[in-house]
């Protein structure tokens, strides 16, 4: 199958160094301490943070940083499968991990010791790049919480099909099974937490490509901190400062 056209354009009429449209909302949900809504093109995930509260089961209790938590999931309804995944299994698990260990590369977690934070994440809709949805959105739920951050964990994939480097992939780029690179960064830092590859690429290739998802990952960070300036403009002209 062709997923670059002739005149360099990919199956939903994007070029392949352009990012799917980003969308993101801060609150989304009442009643957590901090929420997001976040979306990439067709995939939408929302985010709460709960906490720094007190540490349920104390024998997990850490006396020089907080324990931070992550649950992920994806409504029954977020595919157009009928299959139903049981609730944790070993990819929700993964990605799970995945999430909490990008997260605790940017939470001051040292600021709090003896807490937890919970940070729950939910796909309503997958269409490919659910896990670097799910970093981004958790991140903006974090900052919603106003938890402490060394820098904002931004995440992005890109892949390499009919030999073109391809930025964030929908679901059937996704599927088509070629090699794709899912990278973490914290962009003002300049550190990267999370680097996964599914296939197998040569290594001016695999830079080619790497060096495409950080970019992806910088662009979402910038508009990322212009949705929490706007956030606080708005707190700001509600308080009437």
Do not use: W
């Amino acid at each position: 199958m062709e997923y670059v056209s002739p005149e360099g354009l990919r199956l939903d009429g994007r070029r392949p160094m352009e990012m799917r449209q980003i969308r993101a909302e801060l609150g989304a949900i009442a009643k957590a301490d901090g929420s997001a809504l976040f979306e990439m093109g067709n995939t939408k995930v929302t985010a709460a943070v709960y906490g720094p509260r007190e540490v349920e089961n104390k024998s997990q209790q850490l006396n020089d940083r907080a324990l931070v938590r992550c649950e992920y999931g994806m409504a029954n309804f977020s595919t157009g499968d009928r299959m139903r995944k049981p609730k944790g299994d070993r990819r929700s698990t993964e990605i799970s991990l995945v999430i909490r260990q990008t997260l605790e590369a940017c939470i001051m977690t040292h600021l709090m010791p003896r807490s937890q934070i919970d940070v729950f994440v939910q796909v309503l809709q997958a269409d490919g790049g659910t896990r670097s949805a799910c970093i981004n959105a958790a991140t903006l739920a974090l900052a919603d919480a106003g938890i402490p951050m060394r820098d904002l964990a931004t995440s992005c994939s890109a892949g390499y099909l009919n030999s073109t480097p391809l930025l964030d992939l929908n679901y059937v780029e996704d599927s088509a099974g070629g090699p794709d690179v899912t990278v973490g960064i914290l962009s003002k830092m300049d550190k990267v937490t999370l680097l996964q590859m599914d296939g197998k690429l040569p290594m001016e290739t695999f830079e080619t490509v790497m060096q495409l998802a950080v970019d992806g990952c910088k662009a979402i960070a910038k508009y990322i901190r212009e949705v929490l300036q706007e956030n606080t403009k708005q707190l700001e002209y509600r308080r009437g400062l």
